[in-house]
């Protein structure tokens, strides 16, 4: 016989047993279901995120569906008009990109469902919240500490992100605005592009050959950081010339601990998913809520990094 | 299983694309009511469209005898491309020169493999790194979307309606109308079938199959940089990532729509069929609730399928 005609059987037994294996299709109509569209599955980040938002949704009775992306924007366009249809209460988002996915946000809104975004934003007029990080408040913050570190002057280096991207340009920017307050503090060497190790490597060493006094080094992430790292100990600068970085990422962390990052910020993925839950929870109870929701960073140097490490270890048995 | 009749078989084996498709609503429809809403519906059309029309230019170079690895790429480009010059010199030169960039990548891989003789798959590989490269180039790496956005009407089209239908809908809708006119009732339509069912053949009975299969490149370019466009209405911006894995999903429908990987078979309308598979699988997955890693496994084996019915049908 026709193999089309086992092909369209296989799929006829492919969705039930999917359903099967993934928990009941159907739910109970009066319980809340809300829908989440992350840019990745497989980023610890966004597995962190999901973690917390399943965890708070399940303390709160409510039922969770994930639709994926992988860092296509159509992708999650689909996957969020999937969930309008569906008819969840409510959407957690990241988007992709701040314009690209604003098709997302206008099918949220034709269906009347709020829509929250979570560390990245949207510039979409139909973002009901954005939980984000206080970028420029971060900013400022590694700055203060730095100054503080290096006693108040010398010459520091600026191994900054995309130059496109929001969130880096607002980290600068607060790191710029405290700086400026330093009159002996000279910020002598600048650079923006991609995150990647490679890069913090090459722009420290150039900037440590133009610098030998060089004092500190911003990092704008902490892959750029630990490039940054190898360049200031293959030039014996370790001790002289300082490192940070942003994210709390573990190698970051175990590197703070060995003294060859000094410090960088930690933003908790499991905490930001809980808090987007709450914010979403507040907002359908029809409590008023802020647009923007700031989630609280911690900074991690050598005074707290055994904590921090130790809390992130897996509960011994 | 022998005990269907030949008559049978000729009847169903020629719509099985379109019976999957059934088949896979009707599992979807009774295990979510959701799944019929006018909404979901629409959706499922708007989500198949761009995909549509990249899967029909494949089909092109399918039935000719070949294989594009190269559209997702010419996706990128020609939305990036289109954004720059929209943002410039409006929205009519932005479209025709985004269509215009997919074309020269189609003609550029054409004149390669037709009269280099350079195999499709290596061809197209390449084309799709290279392609892939000059967008990051000519965008920097950063989206496109000029100082205050796209212009409105532009990006009106991407979310739109004329007579109830999305302007996304209504451009694969018509394409597949008059496309299909193209290959099955005109002279050139026949000839890339005789090219890709047995190209000696074809050239013995003084078909220009080189420049046929050329042809063919030039379609599917000029296709997927219409798709690009389309894209970057729905995205609001030129984005230099998208289109990844576009040529896959692709192929996959044009497969599954039953042209054959060896050339000289396909129907327009069957691989839009195929893109409507893929598309309402995945949809019905996600209204289901179905975890996401599982999706991939559904929509892989879906994939494995019917390459498999490709191959067992070949043999018979």
């Not at chain 2, 392609?131 to 009106?156: H, K, M, N, Q, W």
């Not at chain 2, 979310?159 to 209504?170: D, E, P, Q």
Request: net charge positive.
């Amino acid at each position: 016989m026709s193999q089309f005609r086992q092909l369209a059987f296989a799929a006829a037994l492919l969705l039930p047993a999917l359903a099967a294996v993934s928990g009941p299709g159907v739910h109970a109509e009066d319980k809340v279901t809300i829908g989440v569209s992350l840019p990745q599955d497989d980023n610890p980040f966004y597995i962190g995120m999901l973690k917390g938002i399943r965890a708070r949704a399940a303390e709160l009775g409510w039922d969770v569906t994930t639709v994926s992306s992988n860092e296509d924007k159509l992708k999650q366009i689909n996957g969020v008009q999937d969930l309008v249809a569906k008819g969840v209460k409510g959407i957690l988002i990241s988007p992709i990109d701040a314009v690209g996915v604003n098709a997302a946000y206008d099918a949220a809104a034709a269906g009347k469902i709020p829509i929250v975004s979570l560390a990245r934003g949207s510039t979409s007029p139909n973002q009901t919240i954005h939980v984000a990080m206080d970028e420029v408040q971060v900013g400022r913050d590694i700055a203060e500490w730095t100054a503080k570190k290096i006693g108040g002057k010398g010459k520091v280096a600026m191994i900054m992100g995309p130059s496109g991207a929001p969130t880096f340009r607002n980290l600068a920017q607060g790191y710029n605005e405290v700086l400026s307050k330093y009159p002996d503090i000279q910020v002598v060497f600048k650079t923006d592009g991609p995150m990647t190790r490679e890069r913090g490597l090459k722009n420290a060493e150039d900037a440590l050959v133009a610098n030998p006094d060089l004092k500190a080094i911003y990092a704008a992430n902490d892959d750029l950081a630990l490039g940054a790292m190898q360049a200031v100990l293959a030039a014996n600068k370790n001790g002289q010339t300082i490192v940070t970085g942003m994210n709390g990422v573990p190698p970051a962390l175990k590197a703070v601990k060995e003294g060859n990052v000094a410090m960088t910020v930690e933003l908790n993925p499991v905490l930001w998913g809980r808090l987007g839950v709450d914010v979403l929870a507040t907002y359908l109870k029809g409590d008023k809520v802020e647009p923007r929701v700031f989630i609280k960073h911690v900074i991690i140097d050598s005074s707290n990094v055994d904590d921090v490490l130790a809390k992130m270890a897996p509960p011994k048995t | 299983m022998k005990s269907n009749s030949r008559v049978g078989r000729l009847s169903w084996s020629g719509q099985a694309p379109l019976i999957t498709l059934v088949v896979l609503c009707v599992v979807t429809a009774l295990l979510t009511s959701r799944f019929l809403s006018p909404l979901n519906l629409t959706n499922i059309l708007v989500q198949s469209s761009i995909m549509a029309v990249i899967a029909m230019g494949m089909t092109f170079v399918i039935i000719g005898g070949g294989f594009d690895l190269s559209v997702g790429s010419t996706v990128a480009l020609s939305g990036c491309i289109a954004a720059m010059v929209m943002i410039r010199y409006g929205i009519a030169a932005g479209v025709v020169s985004g269509v215009l960039a997919g074309a020269g990548v189609g003609l550029a891989n054409g004149v390669v493999i037709a009269a280099l003789r350079v195999n499709p798959f290596i061809a197209t590989l390449g084309s799709m790194v290279l392609v892939r490269g000059v967008v990051y180039i000519i965008t920097g790496g950063a989206p496109v979307s000029g100082e205050d956005g796209l212009p409105g009407a532009f990006v009106a089209f991407g979310n739109a309606r004329l007579f109830g239908v999305h302007y996304l809908v209504w451009v694969p809708a018509v394409l597949l109308v008059v496309l299909s006119v193209l290959l099955s009732s005109t002279p050139y339509g026949r000839r890339i079938y005789a090219t890709g069912g047995n190209k000696e053949a074809a050239y013995l009975s003084g078909v220009a199959v080189e420049r046929i299969v050329a042809s063919t490149y030039v379609w599917c370019g000029a296709l997927a940089g219409l798709a690009g466009v389309m894209l970057a209405a729905r995205l609001q911006s030129g984005q230099p990532t998208a289109g990844e894995f576009y040529e896959l999903t692709a192929i996959a429908a044009v497969v599954l729509g039953g042209a054959s990987l060896h050339g000289g078979e396909g129907a327009l309308y069957k691989s839009v069929i195929g893109v409507f598979i893929m598309i309402v699988l995945g949809n019905g997955l996600n209204l289901l609730n179905v975890d996401s890693y599982w999706q991939r496994v559904a929509v892989g084996a879906v994939i494995v399928a019917a390459a498999a019915a490709d191959r067992l049908r070949s043999r018979n």
